[in-house]
C-alpha cells in the first residue's frame, strides 16, 4: 500500500529525490513520514508532514532534507541534498495514523 523507491548510491555531497507512492485513501487520512535504519541501528525519524503540510524534521535532517507531498500523484517525497556517509541506510515511508509501513529503499552514501 505504500510504495517507496528513489533509493541507490550517491557520492557524499550528493543529492537523490525518494518518492513514496500510495492510495489517495491512505494519503488524505494520514500523516506520512519517512523514516531511516542503518545497520545495527533502531529504526529513527527523519521527517513527517500533516494533511496541512506542517513538516516535523529529526535535527541531522534540518537545512538538508525537505518532505513534501503532491496530492496529484498522491506520492510524498524526501529530497535529500549535501548527503554523509552517515546518511547510509534503509528509508522507509511511513502512513502514520495507519501505523503502515512501505518495503524501504537503500541509500547509500559513499565515494
Not at 65 to 87: A, C, G, H
Amino acid at each position: 500500500q505504500l510504495q517507496a523507491s528513489g533509493g541507490g548510491l550517491v557520492q557524499p555531497g550528493g543529492s537523490l529525490r525518494l518518492s513514496c507512492t500510495t492510495s489517495r485513501s491512505i494519503l488524505s487520512r494520514n500523516a506520512m513520514g519517512w523514516y531511516r535504519q542503518a545497520s545495527g541501528k533502531q529504526r529513527e525519524l527523519v521527517a513527517t508532514i500533516t494533511g496541512a503540510s506542517i513538516t516535523n524534521y529529526a535535527d541531522f535532517a534540518k537545512g538538508r532534507f525537505t518532505i513534501s507531498r503532491d496530492w496529484t500523484k498522491n506520492t510524498v517525497y524526501l529530497q535529500m541534498n549535501s548527503l554523509k556517509p552517515e546518511d547510509t541506510a534503509v528509508y522507509y515511508c511511513h502512513a502514520l495514523d495507519f501505523a503502515l509501513w512501505g518495503q524501504g529503499t537503500q541509500v547509500t552514501v559513499s565515494s
